[in-house]
């Protein structure tokens, strides 16, 4: 098949094929590759809890690192996948290539000055990211490799989302899912085989995040998308790097906030030791897990959102939103129930240290609760960024990860302790999903005729 016959048979296929069973389709890979991600966090977790409950806390720490790095990755390939949809919805192919290849080099180049500004100021910043004299050696070993694989990282992010924007999802899953389950077999073979204790769970995680890029770059090696990853591509036109950064904003907010608000829960849960902050830590893993099939419905939907709206097929980028939120919301239901109901198993599993799963308990039934909440607030957020509405979707994004979070979590740890920490993450969820339903009705009751 050519390259003009393979171009009009993906239009036909993200114009044509019925929402549900599209947004399904591209959702599928998606879920399993974050299942694979989540059950790898969890499993990481896991195993460097048994190292004990200051190890466990540094899990928290690297955590927010990862997610600074991680904001970047998400900023470009969000900002350059949106843009290539809309454009191959177009068909403008070559635009496309355009955006895909500078967004790759601008995630690598951002990832080697995390690299090296983290290593020139290591100990205050794994101090700033909330560790304790305790948990500071563990946490200093951990993030050494996290910064040797950022730029690996973040280039994955781009790829993973530019992949998932022209429809390819299954690809993606490939790299992602490949370098989740290698971290898996790295961490007991490393941790425990070789006797390598928090050490080994670095190393682990450097090296399959090389493997996992490795692995989503084949595909633009081996022309199996439109997108390329060549310097020929990179943009002369500064235009088209403050598009890749507009409409990718909203996920630096989210994942930028989202790295502050784990340093100010790490930081507020300090004062009541490192049991909280390893119960704090494993229980953002365990509600990131629950969540994520809910999350790949979403990913699901944002090609279909972009392309068809790029294609001017705006009653389709109704129907594929409504069916979105009705699908997590179905899964939301199934894993809150399992997250109420096995909470202090749960917590056990990770640490048998009686405050932490006290502590964990708490907090986890707490989110659970929220969980029913985050539906509308997630495929909200991700219909405007899709179609290039950056203004709305950084405001929708920013409000439950830091612009509600933090002053919830500041407040109430105050007026309530312990148990204001445990619940602040709840009120910032009711607060995102009651602004997200009125901005949402009056978008699509804006929308023109086809």
């Given at each position: 098949?050519g390259?003009?016959?393979?171009?009009?048979?993906?239009?036909?296929?993200?114009?044509?094929?019925?929402?549900?069973?599209?947004?399904?389709?591209?959702?599928?890979?998606?879920?399993?590759?974050?299942?694979v991600?989540?059950?790898?966090?969890?499993?990481?977790?896991?195993?460097?809890?048994?190292?004990?409950?200051?190890?466990?806390?540094?899990?928290?720490?690297?955590f927010?690192?990862?997610?600074?790095?991680?904001?970047f990755?998400?900023?470009?390939?969000?900002?350059?996948?949106?843009n290539?949809?809309?454009?191959?919805?177009?068909?403008?192919?070559?635009?496309?290539?355009?955006?895909?290849?500078?967004?790759?080099?601008?995630?690598?180049?951002?990832?080697?000055?995390?690299?090296?500004?983290?290593?020139?100021?290591?100990?205050?910043?794994?101090?700033?990211?909330?560790?304790?004299?305790?948990?500071?050696?563990?946490?200093?070993?951990?993030?050494?490799?996290?910064?040797?694989?950022?730029?690996?990282?973040?280039?994955?992010?781009?790829?993973?989302?530019?992949?998932?924007?022209?429809?390819?999802?299954?690809?993606?899953?490939?790299?992602l899912?490949?370098?989740g389950?290698?971290?898996?077999?790295?961490?007991m073979?490393?941790?425990?085989?070789f006797?390598?204790?928090?050490?080994?769970?670095?190393?682990?995680?450097?090296?399959?995040?090389?493997?996992?890029?490795?692995?989503?770059?084949?595909?633009?090696?081996?022309?199996?998308?439109?997108?390329?990853?060549?310097?020929?591509?990179?943009?002369?036109?500064?235009?088209?790097?403050?598009?890749?950064?507009?409409?990718?904003?909203?996920?630096?907010?989210?994942?930028?906030?989202?790295?502050?608000?784990?340093?100010?829960?790490?930081?507020?849960?300090?004062?009541?030791?490192?049991?909280?902050?390893?119960?704090?830590?494993?229980?953002?893993?365990?509600?990131?897990?629950?969540?994520?099939?809910?999350?790949?419905?979403?990913?699901?939907f944002?090609?279909?959102?972009?392309?068809?709206?790029?294609?001017?097929?705006?009653?389709?980028?109704?129907?594929?939103?409504?069916?979105?939120?009705?699908?997590?919301?179905?899964?939301?239901?199934?894993?809150?129930t399992?997250?109420?109901?096995?909470?202090?198993?749960?917590?056990?599993?990770?640490?048998?240290?009686?405050?932490v799963?006290?502590?964990?308990?708490?907090?986890?039934?707490?989110?659970?609760?929220?969980?029913?909440?985050?539906?509308?607030?997630?495929?909200?957020?991700?219909?405007?960024?899709?179609?290039?509405?950056?203004?709305?979707?950084?405001?929708?994004?920013?409000?439950?990860?830091?612009?509600?979070?933090?002053?919830?979590?500041?407040?109430?740890?105050?007026?309530?302790?312990?148990?204001?920490?445990?619940?602040?993450?709840?009120?910032?969820?009711?607060?995102?999903?009651?602004?997200?339903?009125?901005?949402?009705?009056?978008?699509?009751?804006?929308?023109?005729?086809?």
């Amino acid at each position: 098949m050519g390259e003009k016959d393979s171009a009009q048979a993906q239009y036909d296929k993200m114009t044509g094929t019925p929402v549900h069973q599209l947004v399904l389709t591209l959702g599928l890979p998606t879920t399993v590759s974050m299942l694979v991600t989540n059950v790898y966090n969890m499993a990481d977790t896991f195993f460097v809890s048994q190292l004990g409950t200051s190890a466990s806390g540094a899990t928290g720490i690297v955590f927010a690192l990862m997610a600074i790095i991680q904001a970047f990755g998400f900023m470009l390939g969000h900002g350059a996948g949106s843009n290539i949809s809309r454009h191959l919805g177009a068909r403008d192919v070559e635009s496309a290539r355009r955006f895909s290849s500078t967004s790759f080099f601008l995630a690598v180049f951002c990832g080697i000055v995390i690299a090296v500004l983290g290593f020139l100021f290591h100990t205050p910043l794994v101090r700033f990211l909330g560790s304790t004299d305790s948990i500071l050696p563990y946490a200093k070993e951990y993030s050494t490799w996290i910064l040797i694989a950022a730029p690996a990282m973040a280039s994955s992010c781009v790829m993973n989302n530019i992949l998932r924007y022209e429809g390819k999802a299954f690809f993606a899953m490939l790299g992602l899912a490949s370098g989740g389950i290698l971290n898996i077999f790295g961490d007991m073979i490393l941790i425990f085989g070789f006797h390598l204790g928090i050490r080994g769970a670095g190393i682990s995680t450097a090296v399959s995040q090389y493997i996992g890029a490795a692995i989503l770059f084949s595909p633009f090696v081996r022309g199996k998308v439109q997108s390329r990853m060549s310097l020929r591509y990179f943009t002369r036109d500064f235009a088209d790097i403050q598009n890749i950064i507009a409409v990718g904003l909203p996920s630096l907010m989210r994942q930028g906030l989202n790295s502050l608000s784990v340093m100010m829960l790490n930081q507020c849960s300090a004062a009541y030791g490192d049991a909280a902050i390893a119960a704090m830590s494993i229980v953002s893993r365990v509600i990131n897990f629950l969540f994520c099939i809910a999350l790949g419905i979403g990913q699901g939907f944002q090609p279909v959102s972009a392309f068809n709206y790029g294609a001017r097929k705006y009653g389709r980028v109704r129907e594929a939103f409504w069916f979105s939120v009705r699908s997590s919301m179905l899964v939301m239901i199934v894993t809150a129930t399992i997250g109420l109901t096995c909470s202090g198993t749960i917590i056990a599993a990770f640490r048998d240290d009686p405050d932490v799963i006290a502590i964990g308990v708490v907090a986890l039934r707490a989110q659970c609760l929220s969980l029913f909440l985050m539906p509308m607030s997630l495929c909200g957020n991700m219909l405007f960024q899709s179609i290039g509405k950056s203004v709305p979707a950084t405001f929708l994004s920013s409000i439950r990860s830091g612009v509600v979070f933090i002053p919830a979590l500041l407040i109430l740890s105050r007026c309530l302790g312990l148990f204001g920490i445990q619940i602040s993450q709840v009120v910032a969820d009711a607060v995102s999903a009651m602004v997200t339903v009125p901005m949402v009705v009056r978008f699509f009751r804006g929308l023109p005729e086809e």
